[in-house]
T-cell receptor, first 117, second 117 residues
Framework: AQKVTQAQTEISVVEKEDVTLDCVYE???????LFWYKQPPSGELVFLIR????DEQNEISGRYSWNFQKSTSSFNFTITASQVVDSAVYFC??????????????WGAGTKLIIKP | DTGVSQDPRHKITKRGQNVTFRCDPI?????LYWYRQTLGQGPEFLTY????????KSRLLSDRFSAERPKGSFSTLEIQRTEQGDSAMYLC???????????????FGQGTRLTVV
């Protein structure tokens, strides 16, 4: 069965600190996609990144970076020099990538990130 | 605004009443999803449309829930005889087709928060 675990329920850091959000997944599929979404207080889920299972290169986008490690089934997300506007709930998600898949996302429970000024 | 829009944003209803929510996806997206999210949890998949065809329904979707997408554009989700346990955020998302196994990201609306009193 597919499963996504975000063990950190809530993280609180002071602005400008670096912070890493953990995500561990389980799947029997050899081809799959991993995602991170941000959910600010307004409620809308904002797409951050998609990674396919064949691409283990780490990715950096501005202050955001992602570390995909197939060997440990982890897809961790780091925010460098955090800002108050980064405060939100962050979700990690997994989907199958079979042809004609219904693209059903399996979600973690989310990590609430609080950035204090 | 060319994002996914949902209406209403908030709905308070008395137990036993029927409610209907609307979702307008991004215009070129043929896939549409409904999710339910309760406080402190990740979204749970409810149902999925490809164009006007409803291709999958979660077991979470009891017979009191019905979703339609009559012309393959907007979608409605109706809950009949609401119960207090139906209180949640109902999220709609849309995406492009899953072409040759390449998943595409889902874009989410801001959700409809339902409170059943």
């Amino acid at each position: 069965a597919q499963k996504v675990t975000q063990a950190q329920t809530e993280i609180s850091v002071v602005e400008k600190e670096d912070v890493t959000l953990d995500c561990v997944y389980e799947t029997r599929d050899t081809t799959y996609y991993l995602f991170w979404y941000k959910q600010p207080p307004s409620g809308e889920l904002v797409f951050l990144i998609r990674r396919n299972s064949f691409d283990e290169q780490n990715e950096i986008s501005g202050r955001y970076s992602w570390n995909f490690q197939k060997s440990t089934s982890s897809f961790n997300f780091t925010i460098t020099a955090s800002q108050v506007v980064d405060s939100a709930v962050y979700f990690c998600a997994l989907s199958e990538a079979q042809l004609n898949s219904n693209y059903q996302l399996i979600w973690g429970a989310g990590t609430k990130l609080i950035i204090k000024p | 605004d060319t994002g996914v829009s949902q209406d209403p944003r908030h709905k308070i209803t008395k137990r036993g009443q029927n409610v209907t929510f609307r979702c307008d996806p991004i215009s070129e997206h043929n896939r549409l999803y409904w999710y339910r999210q309760t406080l402190g949890q990740g979204p749970e998949f409810l149902t999925y449309f490809q164009n006007e065809a409803q291709l999958e329904k979660s077991r979470l979707l009891s017979d009191r829930f019905s979703a339609e997408r009559p012309k393959g554009s907007f979608s409605t989700l109706e809950i009949q005889r609401t119960e207090q346990g139906d209180s949640a955020m109902y999220l709609c998302a849309s995406s492009l087709p899953n072409d040759r196994g390449r998943g595409t990201e889902a874009f989410f609306g801001q959700g409809t928060r339902l409170t059943v009193v």
